[in-house]
């Protein structure tokens, strides 16, 4: 149902978060690389590969 789904997706994104913050690891990104930069291509690659999945299971397989 969608109330399970967000539950799951909140599950799966804030628990991590808030372990993140609790357990403060020292985590040093090398000098000279911007952060938000990778984070932000990280989420651009993922989000392409989500596109081209759903392509494949929704409209391509359904043709075959």
């Not at 808030?18 to 989000?47: S, T």
């Amino acid at each position: 149902c969608k109330v399970c789904r967000l539950i799951r997706v909140y599950l799966l994104v804030a628990v991590p978060v808030l372990m993140m913050m609790w357990i403060r690891p020292e985590f040093q990104i090398p000098a000279g690389i911007d952060g938000r930069a990778v984070v932000g291509y990280g989420f651009g690659i993922i989000l392409v590969l989500v596109i081209v999945y759903r392509y494949y299971i929704d409209i391509y397989r359904k043709k075959r």
